[in-house]
């Protein structure tokens, strides 16, 4: 479960970290907002290299739709083959 904390509880580090563990961030609030989140480096790792797989998802689906980046059978060949 996701803790939220204040961020004044930042004066104490040590107890804010121990609620950060992996798959459970905790977010720190600034005036009753969400202003910030905590995360186990694991999961920010995971969360980035999530977002690097959608961008080029979304680019190879850019590709197909306007016709480039796809070849023939016989280019293929002739790409494996150099």
């Given at each position: ?43 920010y790792e995971k969360d980035r ?19 480039t980046g796809w070849l023939s ?10």
């Amino acid at each position: 479960m996701s803790s939220i904390l204040p961020v004044s509880d930042l004066r104490n580090y040590n107890e804010v970290l121990k609620n950060c563990q992996v798959g459970e961030p905790v977010f720190l609030t600034k005036n009753g907002r969400g202003r910030f989140v905590v995360l186990d480096i694991e999961d920010y790792e995971k969360d980035r290299a999530e977002k690097k797989l959608l961008a080029k998802l979304q680019e190879a689906e850019e590709a197909a739709a306007d016709g480039t980046g796809w070849l023939s059978l016989d280019e293929l060949k002739s790409v494996m083959e150099e």
